[in-house]
C-alpha cells in the first residue's frame, strides 16, 4: 500500500471512530453524567481556594474522620503555603485536642504535637465490623477515582489540563443519594434494580447500591462567620460537598500550585530556547547554500 493509500486509510478510519463516538455514548447512556465543576484549581494557572480549603477540613474533621482515616496527612501540613495555611498556632492548638497512641509516653498515650500523623479515630477492625468494610483513605482517594470521557472527548483534556475528574466524582457521589430507588433504575443487564438490605442507591457509585449512608445534610456544619464585608458560605450539603471535594484534592495533591507555577516556566524557557536556535541557524547559515 502506498504512503497516499495508507494516509487515507488511517483518515478513514480517524472519521469513522468520531461519527462513531456519539453511538457509543448513547450505548452507555445508562451511566450517570458526572457535572464538571468550577474549581478554582483547575486549569493551567489554577490555584488552590485557602478559604475552600479551611472549610473543606472542617468538614473532614466534624464528618468524615469518624469513619475515614488520612495516614498521610500530619497537623503541620494544614499550615503549609498552598494549603489551608492555618497559623503555627492553631495547628498547635488543634494537634493537643487528640491523643496519640505512644508506647513510650506513661499511660501509653500523649497529647498531639504539629508532627503526628492525623490519627483515625474508627480502627480498621471495628470499621469493618461496622460497615462490612473498610472505608477508604481519604490521603489520595482523589487521585485515585475519576471521570471517564469517551472517544473524542478526552482528547481535548490534553489541551485543557484536565486533571479534576477525582474531586467531581467524589462531588458528584455526595450528592447522588436517593431516599428512594427510582423507578426506571435499573441494573446493567436491563433487568429492574433490586437494592439490598442495608445499602443505599446513589446515582453515581458503580453499581449504584453503597454502604456509607449519606453523610451530609443542610446545616449539619456550621461555618464561621465571614468578615466585615464578606459574603456569607452557603451551609448545605451541596457547599459541603465541594469544599470537602477541594479539601480532597489538597490532600492528594498538596503541591499542585508549584508544580503548575514551574511548568510554566520550563515552557516558557523551552520556547525561549527554540527561538534563540531558530536565529542562531540562520545566522550560522546565512550566504551558505543548502
Same mark, same amino acid.
Request: hydrophobic fraction near 40%; proline fraction near 8%.
Given at each position: 500500500?502506498?504512503?497516499?493509500k495508507?494516509?487515507?486509510?488511517?483518515?478513514?478510519?480517524?472519521?469513522s471512530?468520531?461519527?462513531?463516538?456519539?453511538?457509543?455514548?448513547?450505548?452507555?447512556?445508562?451511566?450517570?453524567?458526572?457535572?464538571?465543576?468550577?474549581?478554582?484549581?483547575?486549569?493551567?494557572?489554577?490555584?488552590y481556594d485557602q478559604?475552600?480549603?479551611?472549610?473543606? *477540613?472542617? =468538614? *473532614?474533621?466534624?464528618?468524615?474522620s469518624?469513619?475515614?482515616?488520612?495516614?498521610?496527612?500530619?497537623?503541620?501540613?494544614? #499550615?503549609?503555603?498552598?494549603?489551608?495555611?492555618?497559623?503555627?498556632?492553631?495547628?498547635?492548638?488543634?494537634?493537643?485536642?487528640?491523643?496519640?497512641?505512644?508506647?513510650?509516653?506513661?499511660?501509653?498515650?500523649?497529647?498531639?504535637?504539629?508532627?503526628?500523623?492525623?490519627?483515625?479515630?474508627?480502627?480498621?477492625?471495628?470499621?469493618?465490623a461496622?460497615?462490612?468494610?473498610?472505608p477508604?483513605?481519604? #490521603?489520595? !482517594?482523589?487521585?485515585?477515582?475519576?471521570?471517564?470521557?469517551?472517544?473524542?472527548?478526552w482528547?481535548?483534556? *490534553?489541551?485543557?489540563?484536565?486533571?479534576?475528574?477525582?474531586?467531581?466524582?467524589?462531588?458528584?457521589?455526595?450528592?447522588g443519594?436517593?431516599?428512594?430507588?427510582?423507578?426506571?433504575?435499573?441494573?446493567? @443487564?436491563?433487568?429492574?434494580?433490586?437494592?439490598?438490605?442495608?445499602?443505599?442507591?446513589?446515582?453515581?457509585?458503580?453499581?449504584?447500591?453503597?454502604?456509607?449512608?449519606?453523610? !451530609?445534610?443542610?446545616?449539619? =456544619?456550621?461555618?464561621?462567620?465571614?468578615?466585615?464585608?464578606?459574603?456569607?458560605?452557603?451551609?448545605?450539603?451541596?457547599?459541603?460537598?465541594? @469544599?470537602?471535594?477541594?479539601?480532597?484534592?489538597?490532600?492528594?495533591?498538596?503541591?499542585?500550585?508549584?508544580?503548575?507555577?514551574?511548568?510554566?516556566?520550563?515552557?516558557?524557557?523551552?520556547?525561549?530556547?527554540?527561538? !534563540?536556535?531558530?536565529?542562531?541557524?540562520?545566522? !550560522?547559515?546565512?550566504?551558505?547554500?543548502?
Amino acid at each position: 500500500m502506498t504512503l497516499t493509500k495508507s494516509f487515507f486509510a488511517a483518515l478513514a478510519i480517524t472519521a469513522s471512530l468520531v461519527v462513531a463516538a456519539p453511538a457509543f455514548a448513547q450505548e452507555g447512556a445508562a451511566e450517570p453524567h458526572i457535572q464538571r465543576q468550577p474549581w478554582s484549581f483547575a486549569g493551567i494557572f489554577g490555584t488552590y481556594d485557602q478559604n475552600q480549603l479551611q472549610r473543606g *477540613f472542617q =468538614v *473532614f474533621r466534624e464528618v468524615c474522620s469518624g469513619c475515614h482515616a488520612a495516614k498521610l496527612l500530619t497537623f503541620r501540613n494544614l #499550615s503549609e503555603e498552598g494549603g489551608p495555611h492555618f497559623s503555627e498556632g492553631q495547628v498547635k492548638e488543634l494537634a493537643a485536642q487528640y491523643d496519640i497512641a505512644d508506647p513510650d509516653a506513661p499511660g501509653g498515650t500523649r497529647k498531639g504535637i504539629p508532627a503526628d500523623a492525623w490519627p483515625a479515630q474508627l480502627a480498621p477492625a471495628d470499621a469493618a465490623a461496622t460497615f462490612g468494610a473498610v472505608p477508604p483513605d481519604f #490521603s489520595v !482517594l482523589a487521585n485515585a477515582r475519576g471521570v471517564e470521557d469517551p472517544f473524542p472527548t478526552w482528547l481535548f483534556n *490534553f489541551f485543557t489540563t484536565y486533571q479534576e475528574g477525582g474531586p467531581d466524582y467524589i462531588h458528584a457521589l455526595l450528592n447522588g443519594y436517593h431516599d428512594e430507588v427510582p423507578a426506571d433504575a435499573k441494573n446493567a @443487564d436491563g433487568t429492574p434494580f433490586q437494592l439490598p438490605d442495608g445499602k443505599h442507591y446513589n446515582d453515581v457509585f458503580p453499581g449504584h447500591a453503597i454502604s456509607m449512608p449519606p453523610p !451530609l445534610a443542610d446545616g449539619q =456544619v456550621t461555618y464561621a462567620e465571614p468578615a466585615e464585608g464578606g459574603t456569607a458560605v452557603p451551609q448545605t450539603a451541596e457547599q459541603y460537598s465541594a @469544599d470537602v471535594s477541594a479539601f480532597m484534592m489538597w490532600l492528594a495533591d498538596p503541591h499542585l500550585a508549584a508544580r503548575k507555577e514551574a511548568g510554566f516556566r520550563v515552557i516558557l524557557f523551552l520556547i525561549l530556547f527554540a527561538g !534563540l536556535m531558530y536565529f542562531t541557524k540562520r545566522k !550560522l547559515w546565512k550566504g551558505i547554500e543548502h
